[in-house]
Nanobody, 119 residues
Framework: QVQLVESGGGLVQAGGSLRLSCAAS????????MGWYRQAPGEQRELVAK???????NYADSVKGRFTISRDNAKNTMYLEMNSLKREDTAVYYC?????????????WGQGTQVTVSS
C-alpha cells in the first residue's frame, strides 16, 4: 500500500513563500505521475501541478510562473515550491500519485496540509 505524507504547510503573508514536501513510502519512480492538488473551503479540488515519470510538468494557469513542482527520486519525495503567494492560494494542499493500468488509473492521496495566506 502506498503512503504519501505531506508537510511544509503553514501561515504566510501575501508575497511570501512556502515549500511543500510529499514523502512516499516507496520508490516514486514506480508512479506514472505525481501531482499537487488543492481544495479551498466551498470549492472543488483542483489540480495545481503535475510531474510525470519522464519529468514533464504542467501547471494550473493560476500558479504558472509562481509555483514549481519537482522531485528527488533518491529521497522518494516530491516538492512544490510556492512563491509570490496570494490570498487565493489559501487551501488544503494534497499530494497524489498515479499508476496507469491498461484500462484504469489507480491513485493514492496524502492527508493534506493547510496553506493559509494572509494579507
Amino acid at each position: 500500500q502506498v503512503q504519501l505524507v505531506e508537510s511544509g504547510g503553514g501561515l504566510v503573508q501575501a508575497g511570501g513563500s512556502l515549500r511543500l514536501s510529499c514523502a512516499a513510502s516507496g520508490s516514486i519512480l514506480s508512479f506514472n505521475a505525481m501531482g499537487w492538488y488543492r481544495q479551498a473551503p466551498g470549492e472543488q479540488r483542483e489540480l495545481v501541478a503535475k510531474i510525470t515519470k519522464g519529468g514533464s510538468t504542467n501547471y494550473a494557469d493560476s500558479v504558472k510562473g509562481r509555483f514549481t513542482i519537482s522531485r528527488d527520486n533518491a529521497k522518494n519525495t516530491m516538492y512544490l515550491e510556492m512563491n509570490s503567494l496570494k490570498r487565493e492560494d489559501t487551501a488544503v494542499y494534497y499530494c497524489a500519485a498515479e499508476f496507469y493500468l491498461p484500462n484504469r488509473v489507480v491513485d493514492y492521496w496524502g492527508q493534506g496540509t493547510q496553506v493559509t495566506v494572509s494579507s
